[in-house]
């Protein structure tokens, strides 16, 4: 299964964790990180957090593990994903 959806929880502590990890869908602001438009189907750049907009194409399935580590390696647990 692939991931289908990435978002970021409030929280944030802009450590840019998550863009080293995977730099081609996390893109951290100066006090935020938001998902980027170019992996996503409605082509904005921001949390994600209100609507949850899909991945587009095949970046769910291709970036998967990168998203995951990033995930796993954020400090405060904000970044969430689904899987479909
Ligand atoms: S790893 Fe987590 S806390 Fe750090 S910038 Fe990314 S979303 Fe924010």
């Keep these: ?13 802009v450590c840019n964790a ?3 990890a995977c730099p081609e869908v996390f893109h951290v602001t100066e006090d935020t990180c ?29 970036l998967e593990d990168q998203i995951i580590e990033a995930a796993e390696g954020c400090p405060v647990e904000v970044i969430k994903f689904e899987k479909g």
């Design 18 to 20: 998550c863009e080293t």
């Design 34 to 62: 938001h998902i980027r438009g170019e992996v996503r189907e409605d082509g904005t750049d921001d949390t994600n957090l209100a609507d949850k907009h899909p991945l587009k194409g095949d970046q769910g399935a291709s």
């Design 1 to 13: 299964m692939a991931i289908t959806k990435v978002w970021i929880e409030d929280g944030c502590i």
